[in-house]
């Protein structure tokens, strides 16, 4: 990534003496790409500015979109709630204008994120069951998989665990019509984490070791904690479960593998302690 942004410093440098607008903001958009792999927010928020301007002078209306769909998205990590709502509602005016399915999906995708970050899950629900419509008409499986994981988080938010397993579960088969690995893991570990709310510890534990499992496919050791956790606490539920039943051996076996998968849990998050200390903790 500092090599990255070294280069495309140099090119732009160059393209700015030459007033190439529509190259200059390609080399603004890579700054901006290199600078969130560097964990910058605020340069690559900056840059996500930059390279709006850039491409709206060029006339390059759908990298203008997707630039104010990024600014949104980093706005939300600096929880600047109120600007990603404003850098939102410009991406859903100008999709609309552009009227193309999957660019006014992922606006209201995004609308759907801001919603469920001021604290209106209602409403972020509603934003992203438009988006799925709008990836549906589409065509776009994988577009309609991220939407319906967007329902699944904010009706986990809610309480409701019954329809959040049922939209991750829909969810699944989007991305694995769209032959979509990282929307597999993230669905399956979405899926383990609501059967486990719900009470269903057999289908969450099964779940979870799928999501585990292909966590680790992806070489993305961190990302199977959620996962491992859910079947950890599968597990002691089941523990509990046993316990009336005078099935101790049962029990102990549970709690064994409880501990087991808490232990891979700890284990993966140490790979990144830093960014995992929430998940770490638990």
């Not at 190259?23 to 900056?46: F, K, P, Q, R, W």
């Not at 694995?176 to 990282?182: F, H, I, K, V």
């Not at 891979?264 to 998940?279: H, I, T």
Request: proline share 1%; aromatic share 4%; glycine share 6%.
């Amino acid at each position: 990534a500092a090599e990255a942004l070294q280069v495309a410093k140099d090119d732009l440098q160059l393209l700015q003496r030459s007033a190439d607008r529509c190259a200059e903001a390609m080399v603004l958009e890579t700054l901006l790409y290199a600078h969130i792999a560097n964990g910058d927010v605020d340069d690559a928020l900056s840059y996500s500015h930059m390279a709006r301007a850039a491409y709206r002078s060029a006339a390059m209306w759908h990298k203008e979109s997707l630039m104010l769909r990024t600014a949104a998205s980093l706005q939300l990590q600096a929880l600047d709630i109120h600007s990603a709502a404003l850098s939102v509602g410009d991406a859903l005016s100008l999709s609309e204008e552009l009227n193309v399915g999957w660019e006014q999906g992922s606006a209201w995708l995004q609308l759907a994120y801001v919603r469920q970050a001021n604290g209106d899950l209602p409403g972020a629900i509603a934003a992203a069951e438009q988006a799925e419509s709008l990836f549906q008409q589409d065509g776009d499986s994988r577009g309609e998989g991220v939407a319906l994981l967007a329902v699944a988080d904010a009706q986990a938010a809610l309480g409701d665990a019954r329809a959040a397993a049922s939209d991750a579960s829909r969810a699944l088969n989007r991305f694995q019509e769209a032959g979509d690995a990282r929307g597999k893991a993230q669905s399956l570990t979405a899926l383990c984490e609501a059967q486990a709310a719900d009470g269903n510890f057999d289908a969450a534990l099964q779940t979870a070791v799928l999501a585990r499992d292909s966590w680790e496919d992806l070489y993305e050791g961190p990302a199977q904690a959620p996962a491992l956790l859910a079947a950890a606490h599968a597990c002691i539920e089941q523990a509990d479960a046993d316990m009336p039943n005078e099935l101790q051996s049962v029990s102990d076996q549970r709690v064994a593998e409880a501990l087991s998968y808490s232990g891979e849990a700890v284990a993966v998050c140490r790979e990144d302690e830093e960014g995992n200390k929430e998940l770490l903790s638990q």
